[in-house]
């Protein structure tokens, strides 16, 4: 956000707050525990990088443009 005076920010998509690594439930959204769907998912999504086709933001959890040992690593430390 670059207007911080009224701490506001409008997002074209919803914004769910769960732990780092609980990426999948119903819906696509978080289930509330980080579990192996999780693992899953971010092994299914391993080395992809912002721009490709197969780009899925929500498996960055680190938030640095692509999905890795890093992203899985925060999802083990908060597995169960």
Known sequence: ETDTTDNNLTMNRPVLVAAPGDITGPMGNSDGIVDMRDIE?????????????????????NGDGV??????????????
Do not use: C, E, K, Q
Request: proline content about 3%.
């Open 41 to 61: 998912a971010l092994v299914a999504g391993f080395n992809t990088r912002v721009g490709t086709s197969v780009w899925n933001p929500d498996l960055d959890i």
């Open 67 to 80: 999905v890795n040992m890093h992203d899985i690593a925060i999802a083990i430390f908060n597995y169960g």
